[in-house]
């Protein structure tokens, strides 16, 4: 009789990268070419852009709204980042990581990345990197959604996020799109044959 392996659990993916290095675009991708993989959608205040939706790429709500399930303890994880609050709501992870055994892609910052550890859950990390500060700069200076001053804010926040990669599990720079899209794809396979995430079976072995 051959072995065979069920999933004990899904995976956690945790992809964090400082504002322009493409980690919203490597997510789309990523769920695209990676079977059952699902993202999970986070909680924001900030306004909603143009091409944006709704429940698909972020849950938008109000300060108040926010505040109110910070109050509940609805959150895993949340921070304040460039003036606007983020948040991963309990809920999102234990339905679809442990209740549902599927592999959950987390796009949080670092600061968000730092909190899930502090509380112990288990996951596995990855820093996007731009491949250099020029392309960093060509990238915010090309969103043209935002005031300069916010830019500003956010190289120099790159710039300290960029000083954590070292806490993370895999780094992975941002370059050309596929080739990272593929890189972060075999990330992820690796987890999922981790020993500890499956439950493997093997009869004849049995004594």
């Known amino acids: 009789m051959t072995g065979h392996a069920d999933q004990k659990q899904g995976v956690l993916i945790v992809l964090s990268a400082p504002s322009g290095a493409g980690k919203t675009t490597v997510a789309n991708k990523l769920l695209k070419a990676v079977p059952g993989l699902e993202r999970s959608i986070s ?4 306004p909603i852009r143009p091409g944006e939706k709704n429940g698909v790429d972020y849950h938008f709500v109000t300060k108040k709204e926010f505040e109110g399930m910070v109050a509940r303890d609805e959150f895993i994880e949340w921070a304040e980042v460039h003036g606007n609050l983020y948040g991963t709501a309990f809920a ?3 339905d679809v990581v442990l209740k549902e055994k599927k592999d959950l892609l987390l796009v949080i910052d670092v600061q968000g990345a730092r909190t899930l550890s502090r509380r112990g859950v288990e996951f596995c990390s990855i820093f996007l990197m731009p491949p250099s500060l020029e392309e960093l700069k060509r990238r915010l200076a090309g969103r043209g ?5 916010v830019m500003e804010l956010r190289l120099r926040n790159a710039m300290d996020e960029v000083a954590e990669m070292g806490s993370f599990d895999y780094t ?3 370059g050309d799109l596929d080739q990272a899209v593929a890189e972060v794809a075999a990330i992820i396979t690796a987890e ?4 500890k995430n499956r439950g493997l079976v ?3 072995f049995n004594r």
């Open 43 to 46: 909680h924001t205040t900030r």
């Open 92 to 94: 999102n992870i234990d």
């Open 145 to 149: 959604s935002d005031p300069a001053e």
């Open 172 to 174: 992975v720079i941002n």
């Open 192 to 195: 999922r044959l981790k020993t």
């Open 202 to 204: 093997f009869p004849d």
